[in-house]
Nanobody, 115 residues
Framework: QVQLVESGGGLVQAGGSLRLSCAAS????????MGWYRQAPGKQRELVATITSTGYVNYVESVKGRFTISRDNGRNMVYLQMDSLKPGDTAVYYC?????????WGKGTLVTVSS
């Protein structure tokens, strides 16, 4: 099994920045896609950003130009740099990893953006 632990969430003011980290550990043979999802109160969970093992990235339209996803294959980590944060970005952010045909989720880290 693979375990994921997110960190870096917190309270920031609108226009500020935050960097989320996700560390994967356990029985890791190969990590394929990695990504970040978020869920705001009363809303469905949505995909924020993904990055493939070869570095191809995708973002939800609302965060393009503000968020940057990256990964460190040697350390089995994925990051989400969030700039120009808006109150609408407030949500619990979840790390997601595809490895060996299985999907793994972290427990989430809360990001709150005040106006």
């Amino acid at each position: 099994q693979v375990q994921l632990v997110e960190s870096g969430g917190g309270l920031v003011q609108a226009g500020g920045s935050l960097r989320l980290s996700c560390a994967a550990s356990g029985n890791i043979f190969r990590i394929d896609d990695m990504g970040w999802y978020r869920q705001a109160p009363g809303k469905q969970r949505e995909l924020v950003a993904t990055i493939t093992s070869t570095g191809y990235v995708n973002y939800v339209e609302s965060v393009k130009g503000r968020f940057t996803i990256s990964r460190d294959n040697g350390r089995n980590m994925v990051y989400l740099q969030m700039d120009s944060l808006k109150p609408g970005d407030t949500a619990v952010y979840y790390c997601n990893v595809k490895s060996g045909g299985m999907i793994y989720w972290g427990k989430g880290t809360l990001v709150t953006v005040s106006s």
